[in-house]
């Protein structure tokens, strides 16, 4: 299974938060787990807000930072190419989205583009995304 994760699911493998169990057993049972490139800087800039509002303390945020750049490597990451691009403001268009949720989206497509018959699982906490999702069919 393909597990594809946005930055509101992949932050939970890192800090403690609501649904931290769902998305860790997703990314336990996948044999791949893919995101967009442009989930690198979300989820650093979350990870730094973390820590500006003191919900990580200075060695907690320098470990997660850390584990995250080790993790960064085995994940799966979409190229914002220009096809990602053009489908990303299709989806905005659409779907009404934001524009990191829809570049998430149209991430999502070129996976399951490019996985065959491989079941393919998308995961956000983000309801109009799911919804978004969901209408791919």
Do not use: C
């Not at 769902?22 to 791949?32: D, G, K, M, P, T």
């Not at 979409?78 to 991430?107: F, Y």
């Amino acid at each position: 299974m393909i597990a594809y994760v946005d930055t509101s699911s992949l932050i939970k493998l890192y800090v403690d938060e609501a649904g931290a169990d769902a998305v860790r057993n997703l990314v336990r049972e996948a044999s791949i787990v893919a995101t967009s490139v442009a989930t690198n800087v979300e989820m650093r800039a979350s990870l730094a807000a973390w820590r500006r509002d003191r919900r990580l303390t200075p060695s907690a945020y320098s470990s997660t930072r850390a584990a995250f750049a080790h993790d960064w490597t085995r994940f799966v990451a979409v190229e914002l190419s220009d096809d990602v691009i053009r489908a990303a403001g299709d989806l905005a268009e659409r779907h009404q989205l934001r524009t990191l949720d829809a570049i998430h989206l149209a991430s999502f497509v070129q996976i399951l583009e490019r996985a065959g018959t491989e079941d393919v699982r998308f995961s956000s906490f983000d309801d109009r995304l799911n919804r978004a999702a969901r209408s791919l069919g």
